[in-house]
């Protein structure tokens, strides 16, 4: 089997829907001859053309914008934005526009844009470029959002996200493009060839909308989180000795209850993680719905480990960045509940 | 649907790497030929500034036209050491960055007339809102190199306290706002605090800078309609360098009109001037200056100049245009042009030169080795970093304190870090 890093995952996954479909568009800030500030989408100008791989003006607005009316006229856009902190100009255009055009038309309109945007810390990005906005546009009818943690489940679900008629915003962990990150920066990097889901098809494949995945089954607690704390969840599940199941949410809307919650009555405890600041952050989504659904198995409350509630700080990227410290901590602390 | 040949346009620059660099595009107009109108003149009567390019600055090296400001030998040496300074500045800190030292950098090599020139130009309570590439103006206003420094490090003595990217200064003293690392978001901002500046009845303008590529943005065109509603006292500068990160400016649609039209159809007044000439810089924004403050409203600048370093250290600009780009631009290099002119008029000589060249990049030296006294990435002394949680709100309200005391206790190593919905 191929081994892929995540960018190489993505490159190829709109490759494949750029040959099989000729209504593929993809279009963003230096997406084209440069082929993206992360190499997403190099050699595909060169591949598919500087009309079907079209770099934008500095417009994120006028991207999704443009995207939008592009989809309801029979194209398939993938729209880039080069960094997820760089979305809030596209703001109102996904909210308004995006999310609800096919409900006020009685879906006679509709447009299957997909934004593709790279999120998340650590990098030394500073507050410009670390955000992970995606409980924003959870909160937002009409819109699917995706966060994969692995290369396998990046292509498979951008195939699908680019294939729904829905629009999807497919947030990329940016971290973990080149390998999984444990949390630890003073580690040497990890390329993704050791990791099982560094191994993926060059052909199609689709991993599903709305599935989460257990990617480590435990029974005496329950981790749900998603992105690049799959991987900092997993370590910190490891250096406890605590039998600890992990669930990749993948899919942040629509959400895969079933799975979440057939896990924390398996094992009746469980901690929410995300990178992205607590107060009013998707891990309170989760919470309440483990809460009513799992409530009578429940041996412990809830725990949320998350960033923390300011603006991303480039010197104290490691003191904000819920690694794995804090995830140790954590399941301690919920094992410590009688 | 896609299925028929596309006749959608797609701009695209006259040279990739591997090609001639051609700059043919760019229109051009010698040094003086451009007649210098009255503050008070219409805006329709004085269209022609958005499509001319005002030069001082002649072949010969010597300052011709309506437009010379006659500026004084010494001021002009004053000039050339601040832009001097600016490149040694920036020539120091991306070898630092390329050291691992600092996370990341941005030089203005090529571009320093561009915010010395509207510096000189400018009064003390006049408000600057910079892109990223205008630090210059901090220099020029006041902050010291060193402070700049610790700034890049976010070390002790940073004055953003570890908050922000390198090169993400401000200066409340100076009078030069937060640098924003999203684009095109201070331009509004100009605006409205010319606007206030009109509404308390004082002469301060407001002048903001961006890019070519930033002139898509939505917020340059809110900024324009503000700015023409009012008449808000402001100079609106766009730094046309010709590349966004690997765009040409065409991409921004700069290829059919200048972006100094770009106010036109508002009744706002472009004037495209050479940014590499650091007079004709001076003598255009004196003369948007002097019509903001006596009423005139705001005037669109486009300086015509060439980024010669790349975007940032974030990207090798090799890969996206000819390597020797920069030797065939038109406009060549500021530093080099006052130079040659103060040489020209007997003021100056490369001797001279390259003893301030040699005092500049000891000075830039000694400001490093005091900078690193105040902590680097790597050594100590540090910030404490739980001052990250100060200045989110004026008051710190309970949530945070509490994560404050989680992180803490997490970072000395013994607590909880998560919320079992205390808070």
Redesign the interface.
Known sequence: MPQMNMIEAIRSALDIVMDQDPNVVILGEDVGYFGGVFRCTDGLQRKYGDHRVIDAPIAEGGIIGAAIGMGVNGLRPVAEIQFADYIYPGFDQIVSELARLRYRSCGEFFSPVTIRTPCGGGIRGGQTHSQSPEAIFAHVSGIKTVMPSNPYDAKGLLISAIETDDPVLFFEPKRIYNGPFDGDPEKPAVSWSAHPKGEVPDGYYTVPIGTAEVVREGSEMTIITYGTLVHVAVAAAEATGVDVEIVDVRSIAPLDTETLVASVNKTGRCMIAHEATRFGGYGAELAARIQKDCFWNLEAPIGRIAGWDTPYPHAFEWQYFPGKKRMVAGIRSLMEVE | ???KK?R?Y?P?PMA?PGDEPDFSYLDLADAGTIDKPSINARTRDIEYLSSGLVRILDDEHRAVGPWNPGIDAADLQIALRWMLLNRAFDKRMFQIQRQGRI??YMEAAGEEAVSIGAAMALRAGDMCFPSYRNQGLYMYRGVKLVDMMCQCL?NTK?M?K?????I?YHSRAGNVFSI????ATQYPHAVGWAMASAIKGEDHIAVSWLGD??T????FHHALTFAAVYQAPVILNVVNNQW????FQG???GERRPFAARGLGLGIPGIRVDGNDLLAVYAVTLWAADRARRGGGPTLIENVTYRAGAHST??DPT??RPKDEWAAFPLGDPVERLKQHLIAEGHWSEDKQSALEEELKAKVLAAWKEAQQYGT?TEGPF?D?AT??DD?YAETPY??ES?RRR?RA??S?N???????TS
């Open positions: 649907m896609a299925t596309s959608l797609i695209r990739r996370s990341f976010s940073d953003c570890g908050r922000q990217l390198p993400m924003s690392g999203n684009l590529g930033s898509a943005e939505a917020d966004a990160i690997s765009t991409t921004a649609g974030s990207d890969k996206y990435m910030l970093a990250m949680f989110v949530h945070l994560q992180m997490i970072e190593g607590g909880d870090s998560s919320d079992g919905g």
